[in-house]
């Protein structure tokens, strides 16, 4: 199976100062689709340690996945693995953390992220590091 690059995203609420924060957190990820023919899905992995996955979603051929209910504080680690319909599996992708924040911050964002309404997105490739 071929390499492939992978955008994820992180979709942030847009909230003021007043605003207070809910107990949990969502998070929505997203990646390139595969241009291989072979691919039939992808399987988004979770954990909280890295490289120590305890969740694993099946989400179809979308290239999109929405994690809920994640408590704030609590870093998540997360990669793709890219699956054929003969069940071969493709490595699993760079991995990517997020920690829900616990409260409203005002910070400068790295040069090598990319914000758009509310989209926080980095690249990373499907495959080994």
């Known amino acids: 199976m071929k390499l492939i690059a ?5 979709l942030l ?3 003021n100062a007043q605003t207070p924060l809910p107990p949990t957190a969502t998070v929505g990820l997203m990646w390139k ?7 039939a899905g992808y399987y988004m992995l979770v954990g909280n340690e890295s490289r120590s996955y305890t969740g694993k979603v099946d989400v179809l051929n979308y290239h999109t996945c929405t994690i809920s209910n994640l408590v704030r504080g609590v870093r998540y680690y997360f990669t793709v693995v890219a699956y054929s319909s003969f069940g071969d599996e493709s490595p699993q992708s760079n991995e990517v953390d997020y920690t829900p924040p616990t409260a409203l911050a005002l ?8 914000v758009t309404e509310g989209v926080v997105s980095s690249s990373v490739l499907l495959g080994d590091e």
């Open 13 to 15: 609420p847009v909230v």
């Open 107 to 114: 910070c400068s964002r790295p040069e090598s992220m990319r």
């Open 6 to 10: 992978v955008v994820f995203a992180v």
């Open 33 to 39: 689709p595969s241009p291989s023919a072979n691919v």
